[in-house]
């Protein structure tokens, strides 16, 4: 069973629409939790990064939350752009080993 | 800055061939990595290196795949012979060094293979 479980699998929504993505883990000891975004054909590139006394990270139009009671976070783009379509991956750190999720693989239609 | 580079972007083989990727860490990053990503999933770890040393490689399947980083800069990754279930995407990435709180890791474009 994977670590890291990020729901959903798949979202398609309108241009300028809000969206959240989910990321629960079971990784432990827990060091840090990284939001990739992955466009097709390029390798992944980090979004934000939270340790485990950070609860909120801003990156532009991308919002992460990290509540590290429950070992869930959660990434929230706002005003979606056509841009914006990729996968999104969350890794879990712990320690020197890190955990990839499946990743959500996010669709913006004009 | 220059990225992560890779060669070849796309390879094509047919199974029980051998194929060999190319990468190029982005200059002063002392840890290598190289993942597989199958279609639909996340990165899984090959291998990493840290200079031109081991660090890990449990998940790497020792009996086809094999990579090296002689001079501890550039890295190769061999698969020999290929599989049908090695169609995937290969991604290096490289980080000043290993572990620690916010060390970032970059990642190179991927070498996507098909293994006809």
């Known amino acids: 069973k994977n670590q890291v479980e990020q729901s959903p699998q798949s979202l398609i929504i309108l241009e300028g629409k809000n969206c959240t993505l989910q990321c629960n883990y079971t990784v432990s000891p827990f060091s840090n939790l990284r939001w990739y975004k992955q466009d097709t054909g390029r390798g992944p590139v980090s979004l934000t990064i939270m340790t485990f006394s950070e609860n909120t990270k801003s990156n532009g139009r991308y919002t992460a939350t990290l509540d590290a009671d429950t070992k869930q976070s959660s990434l929230h783009i706002t005003a979606s752009q056509l841009s914006d379509s990729a996968s999104y991956i969350c890794v879990v750190s712990a320690n020197n080993d890190m955990r990839f999720g499946a990743g959500t693989r996010l669709t913006v239609k004009p | 800055e220059a990225g992560v580079a890779q060669s070849p972007r796309y390879k094509i083989i047919e199974k029980r061939q051998s194929v060999a990727f190319w990468c190029n860490p982005i200059?002063?990053?002392?840890?290598l990595y190289w993942y597989q990503q199958i279609l639909g999933q996340g990165p899984k770890l090959l291998i990493q290196f840290q200079n031109n040393g081991v660090v890990d490689d449990s998940q790497l399947p020792k009996d086809r795949f094999s990579a090296e980083r002689l001079k501890g800069v550039d890295s190769t990754l061999k698969i020999q012979p290929a599989k049908l279930e090695d169609s995937a995407v290969y991604l290096c990435?490289?980080?000043?060094?290993?572990?620690?709180?916010?060390?970032?890791?970059?990642f190179g474009p991927g070498t996507r293979l098909t293994v006809l």
């Open positions: 200059s002063g990053h002392a840890t």
């Open positions: 990435a490289s980080s000043l060094v290993a572990g620690g709180t916010y060390n970032e890791q970059f």
